[in-house]
């Protein structure tokens, strides 16, 4: 069986082809950096526009790259929600029309659903069993799950302020970093001192597997200040590293605190935000020192891509899920 899989969450048109056995044949995506960089960040209306233009030739790059044609595709797929609205809309209706017009089978995939599954992309042998605990962890998303099965998943914990790249990017606007900011912290933190500076880290009640990192943004913002107001240098590079520590600590630990209270032995994480190294390198440290096996995803499939939904609407058509052409996208999660 082929699939095809669509994903226009955000700001980026993804397209995948795969075949039922998990191997993904072709996987494109267009980025639209240039477009809003300029705006220092995400503008809807034109992240939709640019999606409308940009639907068929990622799509038909990815059936080239896989080559194969329309007329081979058996199943078709596309992110659901959360997202912006109107870019969910260009790739979840393009997906539907799709499926009308060929008489297949179209399913809509939660795109948290995908994070969440896209380490089963891997070799067989660097894939996890079920159950595991899974961090989702991204400009949009800070959240905690089990994951029982390919299609059940219970929240153990979420943000109850800014999600973890959010933070990233609002600490890079207050450096003046430019747009994509979370990088370019991350970048110079490996130039600077993590230990320099003591931002606090949120832990909330004890046990609580919920995140904050709002206070976290507002010491950053104070401390930038200060060094302004007094004419001192503001050592960027330290900013950066002693923020980026300061995340990285309560990512862990909590993601631990909650493997430990869902009883599972197996840690993945999944986001944009797990393609950063730190958080790589000291989660997989802490899991081996408590006993747990880490998995982490390629980052191309930490980043928003549509092979990692094509895999998750391939679970939900096997489960008997599918949409109809009146099935609208949402910008929440129900997952969340």
């Known amino acids: ?14 397209a995948a082809v795969l075949e039922a056995d998990r191997r993904v044949l072709a996987s494109v995506v267009s980025s639209q950096f240039e477009v809003h960089a300029q705006f220092g960040g995400i503008v809807p209306e034109l992240a939709s526009r640019c999606h409308i ?18 007329q081979d595709i058996e199943l078709i797929t596309a992110t659901r929600g959360p997202g912006l609205v109107g870019s969910l809309l260009v790739g979840f209706t393009f997906a539907k029309a799709v499926a009308l017009v060929r008489q297949i089978p179209c399913t809509g995939v939660d795109h948290l659903a995908g994070h969440l599954l ?17 961090l989702v962890v991204s400009g949009g998303n800070t959240s905690l799950f089990a994951v029982d099965s390919t299609t059940e998943f219970r929240l153990l914990g979420r943000t109850r302020d800014d999600a973890a790249g959010e933070a990233f990017d609002k600490v890079a606007k207050l450096l003046d970093l430019g747009y994509p900011g979370g990088p370019t912290v991350s970048r110079l933190a490996k130039q600077g001192d ?18 904050s990192f709002s206070g976290l943004k507002t010491s950053v913002a104070n401390y930038v200040n200060q060094c302004r107001q007094k004419d ?4 960027t590079e330290d900013i950066c590293a002693s923020f980026e520590q300061a995340v990285v600590d309560v990512l862990v630990e909590k993601t631990l605190c909650a493997a430990e209270q869902a009883g599972h032995q197996q840690v993945v994480i999944g986001g944009g935000v797990a393609a950063n190294n730190k958080l790589r390198q000291q989660l997989k440290a802490r899991c ?15 980043t928003d891509n549509a092979a990692m939904i094509g895999l998750a609407g391939y679970f939900q058509f096997i489960a008997g899920s599918t949409v109809g052409p009146d099935t609208d996208a949402f910008s929440r999660s129900p997952l969340n």
């Open 288 to 302: 081996a020192e408590a006993g747990f096996r880490c998995f982490t995803p390629s980052p191309e499939y930490c």
């Open 118 to 134: 896209a380490i089963l992309l891997e070799k067989e042998e660097q894939r996890p069993t079920f159950p595991y605990t899974a």
């Open 1 to 14: 069986m082929f699939i095809l899989a669509i994903e226009t969450s955000c700001d980026d048109t993804a």
């Open 194 to 211: 993590a230990d320099a500076i003591s931002f606090p880290r949120a832990w909330l009640a004890k046990d609580s597997l919920d995140f």
């Open 232 to 235: 001192r240098p503001v050592p």
């Open 53 to 70: 233009e940009a639907i068929w030739p990622v799509v038909n790059q990815a059936l080239t790259d896989a080559g194969v044609s329309l």
